[in-house]
């Protein structure tokens, strides 16, 4: 079980390479190589609050 904090940080190493940050995911989604993409994303779902 992944036990770490979802904070910023944490979701963009996890978007940037989920296979890498959780060995043993069996997702298909590659990640989101593009730094400024996963920015843009981590603030459109800190909207979601």
């Known amino acids: 079980m992944h036990d ?3 904070d910023a940080q ?3 190493d996890f978007l940037a390479n989920p296979k ?3 060995p043993g995911n069996k997702m298909s989604f ?6 400024q993409d996963r920015a843009n994303l ?8």
């Open 10 to 12: 944490t979701l963009s």
């Open 30 to 35: 590659a990640g989101i190589k593009n730094p």
């Open 4 to 6: 770490k904090k979802w």
């Open 20 to 22: 890498k940050y959780i």
């Open 42 to 49: 981590i603030a459109y779902l800190s909207t979601l609050k």
